[in-house]
């Protein structure tokens, strides 16, 4: 038997499928490249179109209404066809989207009202827990100077751990 088949041997056909094998797995991620930007063209090719369509749009409306304004005076019929069609033809107004409509005055106005509202009652909080603490330092003061002793320490009453005052007879 011969190793020779069509004029090649055996070897030569391994390594050229090898080559083959190499090739291809160079291409497929060539492809799929290839494949993402044409799909990134269409995108952007349709965007063109669109504000293109657009541009043409806003640029036709206005002319169609001077044109119906000239013919007004000899024919009325064609002017106030050439006003519908004009109004037809002008573009419709992007309308606000997103973060853009949440930004209305109407919101802020509204949302600064109640950080400010929550902002004044935090205050007044905080101010009358100083003069209540400030108060209250200031009478346990003004007791131990008259007495000469510490507020707390009064003959009458013991202080529990619990927050009750027994009377020292009982």
Partial sequence: MSLMRN?????????????ARDV?????????????????????AAQGVKQGARGARGWA??????A????????????????????????VPAGKTGIR???NWRWLL???AAVAAAGSAAVVTMRRYQNATADAKH????ASDETGQ?????????????????????
């Fill in 7 to 19: 004029g090649r041997s055996m070897s030569k056909q391994a390594s050229i499928g090898d080559r």
């Fill in 24 to 44: 291809a797995a160079q291409a497929i991620p060539q492809a799929r490249r290839a494949g993402t930007q044409a799909r990134q063209a269409g995108t952007t």
């Fill in 61 to 66: 409306a206005p002319r169609m209404h001077g």
């Fill in 68 to 91: 119906a304004d000239v013919i007004t005076a000899t024919a009325p019929k064609v002017s106030s066809a050439l006003h519908r069609a004009a109004e037809q033809v002008q573009p």
């Fill in 101 to 103: 409509r949440l930004l």
């Fill in 110 to 112: 509204g949302i600064g």
């Fill in 139 to 142: 009478a346990a003061d003004s």
């Fill in 150 to 170: 510490p507020a707390s320490s009064e003959e009458g009453s013991m202080n529990q751990v619990n927050g009750q005052v027994t009377t020292s007879g009982r």
